[in-house]
């Protein structure tokens, strides 16, 4: 691919129709007040090569997105073995906050990007880290380039005012013994982690390593193990996107991961790095004009991992 930005505007005109279809999370009454016509796309190679459209250098609450990278954190922190018998590897088929399969699976989330087993991550990491969150600040702000990524203390604060299942579910976790922290202090940092506030350029940049068998392109650095990439990114495929994982493989075909702010950010191994942002949400809490554009950037550039 020698130059993206034509595709890139073209995907950008053609998902206009699909704006009014979803809903902006209303939830979080911070997320709620985010305006519903925001579109963003950025698109990152391995090669260095960088293209975008839209509203991509506009930070917004990459929420869940976080997953991926407190997962990257606590894997480098406490031997794999170890976060793999308190979290599964599967998907869930159940909403991201569900209750009912954390009962019924004896308080073992299913795996590491649904509500429970991000908590569940979060506990693993604050059990070994006095500072976690500037810690995962760091290691978003490095692998991003930019070291402005801040928390945007607003949504932190609604989180927390709001976030009665989250602590419904830390408080059950906590029960099971499957959290060792303090419930208070674990969802402190989870609702912290949440609002991390990053643009789709800033994501796409940050995931590029997960294209690139584990290296920093900018700088050569070989950040993560592939064989810790192989595995990170074999999770995004399968869990990603919640219950609507199997829906996007089949549209889309790549592991991505989602979040309720309305970002998706993806990678092709070998070659890109691709982030969407528009805030509108499907029924299953990933953004829907994202959703469709990704589609397009797949099926027009014949790139997925299928």
């Known amino acids: 691919m020698n130059d993206l930005q034509p595709l890139l505007d073209e995907i950008a005109e053609a998902v206009k129709p699909e ?14 007040r985010v305006p519903a016509d925001r579109f963003g796309m950025a698109v990152c190679g391995i090669d260095g090569r960088e293209w975008r459209t839209g509203d991509a250098l506009m930070p917004f609450s ?41 009962e019924n699976e004896g308080g073992i989330p299913r795996n590491p990007f ?41 949504v932190a604060r609604s989180e927390a005012e709001h976030g009665h299942r989250n ?53 050569g650095e070989q950040r993560f193990p592939p064989l810790r990439v192989k595995r990170v990114n074999s999770i995004l ?6 219950d609507g994982v199997g829906n996007f493989a089949f549209r889309v075909g790549i592991p991505a991961k989602s979040g309720v702010g309305g970002g998706i950010v993806g990678v092709i191994p070998g070659k890109f790095s691709v982030c969407v942002w528009s805030p509108e949400l499907d029924n299953l809490g990933n953004s829907h004009v994202g959703t469709a554009a990704l589609e397009l950037f797949t099926r027009k550039t014949g790139l997925s991992i299928f």
């Open 19 to 32: 704006f009014g279809k979803g809903k902006v999370a209303d939830y979080i009454p911070a997320l709620a």
């Open 62 to 102: 990459i929420q869940s997105i976080s997953k991926v990278f407190t997962l990257l954190t606590a894997l480098e922190t406490i031997h794999p073995d170890e976060l793999w018998q308190r979290v599964g590897r599967e998907p869930s088929g159940t909403p991201f906050n569900s209750l009912m399969q954390l």
């Open 114 to 154: 649904i509500n429970a087993g991000a908590l569940v991550v979060t506990d693993a990491i604050a059990a070994h880290s006095a500072s976690p969150v500037p810690h995962l600040l760091n290691m978003v702000r490095r692998l991003s380039g930019n070291p402005g990524i801040v928390i945007d203390e607003e």
């Open 167 to 219: 602590a419904a579910i830390a408080h059950f976790l906590k029960a099971q013994g499957n959290l060792k922290s303090e419930v208070t202090r674990v969802l402190h940092l989870y609702f912290r982690q949440c609002a991390i506030a990053m643009s789709a350029m800033d994501l796409a940049r940050a995931f590029l390593p997960l294209a690139n068998e584990g290296v920093i392109p900018a700088t």
């Open 237 to 242: 495929l399968t869990c990603g996107l919640y």
